[in-house]
């Protein structure tokens, strides 16, 4: 049994996870079928664990047996591994280098900043929340006036923030930012972005986002 | 690609915008090395950055950033994949297979990520916090030896294969810091015994022509290295900065003493 490869795809992953969120939206995006195994992060199992033995988390897409992990990474790799489908990547190499560029700054600040803002109070909140409207302003500065941040098509950089949406109603209610206040082009692309099958399909509907973390806040002791 | 036939033809100019302590900086510029590209070299002064370096990369305000006709590139990751994309004709960094190079990402991200801060850590720290740190090195670097005796790397003379690639270019540039902070901790970090693959890997990387060209001398790092020590040290101490550091420090200073490997990244000296 230990030998046996399965074939196709599998993606473990936790449902409320905008980091598996990604990978779903850009399976979806390249109509690639895939079988979904929600994994227990509180008992992982053995899989998760063989399949990221260093980090042990998810998303982790299982591909003919082999294992692809980290989101981004997982994202690239169904783009190259599956290139005959309609590209998320740009062809163009300074503009590839730009996606990869607002990628890596989503990754470097959104989901710590987002964390900080709902985990902390007092002056470390005010913080939080200080440095998440600079960071959505900055990527509403790179989205500029184009429907998507690649340009005209949906691609790797909205796959890259758009699962984060779903946490805009978070960060109003318990880091009192408005997204549609503060910035307005940005709540505009969530919205465009909301209207396609793999986003709808994929991203956790705000108000769960909402009550998961107000679940984890009770069970950390943070009112 | 046209793009990449218009360089070959008719090369725009490349100027590289970086600090000569900066294992960043050093990825591009063997990068750049090893692909046979010429550029033009700007020593920027990270204690008072120049306005170029500010307006070319507004974001994270850090080296290195390529400039290439006129359009910047920052983030050493982002420039080392932008440079195969941009000259196909020259040798690859990146493998061809897609699971190699989602291989290749996973370890870059872990270089970043994990190893480097971890490293960083043992330098900013000393007593049970360091030993803390080390022990954290050791477990990172045991992943990777892993890796290089049954695992991914399994059998290869480096990560990229017979010859170097993005991941050698990426833990290379950076690997060099171990000796020397090993000299001026006098902490042992990568034992030959436990280690024997990761240090073979570095000695053969450190033999290359173009990484002996890119490297500063070991005596200028350590010297380097000794001066960000006594400061970071007295700087977590609580004591007032030194203020004789050339080097961003002074003004990073802020963060309470919880923040010894983020000091440590702005001042460049990192993994």
């Given at each position: 049994m230990a030998g046996e490869k399965r074939k196709g795809l599998q993606l473990l992953d936790f449902w409320v996870s905008p980091f598996g969120q990604r990978c779903r939206i850009a399976l979806d995006e390249k109509a690639l079928p895939y079988e979904y195994l929600e994994q227990d992060l509180g008992n992982k199992s053995e899989l998760l664990i063989r399949s990221n033995p260093v980090h042990k988390k998810i998303p982790v897409l299982v591909h003919d047996g082999r294992p692809v992990c980290e989101s981004l990474i997982i994202v690239q790799y169904i783009d190259e591994a599956f290139s005959s489908s309609s590209s998320l990547l740009p062809s163009d190499p300074y503009a590839r280098a730009q996606a990869r560029f607002w990628a890596d700054y989503i990754d470097k600040k959104v989901y710590d900043c987002g964390t900080r803002l709902w985990k902390t109070k007092g002056e470390p909140q005010q913080q939080a929340r200080k440095e998440m409207v600079e960071i959505l302003k900055t990527l509403e500065g790179a989205l500029g006036d184009k429907p998507y941040f690649g340009g005209d098509e949906f691609g790797f950089v909205d796959v890259a923030f758009v699962p984060f949406t779903a946490w805009f109603l978070t960060y109003e209610r318990f880091?009192?930012?408005s997204v549609e206040k503060e910035c307005p082009k940005l709540a505009a692309w969530a919205k465009r972005c909301g209207e396609r099958e793999s986003v709808k399909k994929n991203l956790s509907p705000p108000e769960k986002v909402y009550e998961f973390i107000a679940t984890l806040k009770k069970k950390f002791g943070i009112e | 690609m046209e793009k990449a036939t218009e360089n070959a033809k008719n090369p725009a100019p490349l100027k590289l915008l970086g600090s000569w302590a900066s294992s960043y900086t050093h990825r591009v510029q063997l990068a750049l090395r090893l692909k046979g590209l010429e550029f033009e070299y700007k020593e920027e002064d990270l204690g008072s950055k120049s306005e170029e370096l500010l307006r070319l990369?507004?974001?994270?305000?850090?080296?290195p950033v390529l400039v290439h006709g006129g359009r910047a590139l920052p983030e050493s990751v982002v420039i080392l994949q932008y440079l195969d994309d941009a000259w196909p004709?020259?040798?690859?960094?990146?493998?061809?297979d897609a699971f190699d190079r989602a291989l290749a990402r996973f370890w870059c991200h872990f270089a970043d990520d994990k190893l480097g801060p971890a490293v960083g850590a043992v330098f900013a720290s000393t007593g049970e916090e360091q030993e803390a740190a080390v022990r954290q090195v050791h477990e990172n670097l045991a992943l990777l030896e892993a890796e290089l005796r049954?695992?991914?790397?399994?059998?290869?003379?480096?990560f990229g294969g017979d010859e170097v690639g993005f991941l050698d270019v990426v833990l290379g540039c950076g690997s060099y810091w171990l000796a020397v902070f090993e000299e001026v901790t006098g902490v042992r970090l990568v034992d030959a015994d436990a280690f024997p693959l990761f240090h073979a890997w570095l000695r053969e990387f450190e033999a290359l022509d173009e990484v002996r060209e890119t490297i500063p001398a070991v005596d200028r790092l350590l010297e380097y290295a000794r001066g960000v020590r006594h400061m970071l040290l007295g700087l977590a101490g609580g004591?007032?900065?030194?203020?004789?550091?050339?080097?961003a420090p002074a003004a990073t200073a802020a963060p309470p003493a919880a923040a010894p490997p983020a000091a440590a990244t702005d001042i460049a000296v990192d993994i």
């Open positions: 880091g009192e930012i | 990369n507004p974001v994270h305000k850090k080296v004709e020259t040798r690859p960094l990146l493998p061809a049954d695992g991914a790397f399994r059998g290869r003379r480096f004591a007032g900065a030194g203020g004789d550091a050339t080097e």
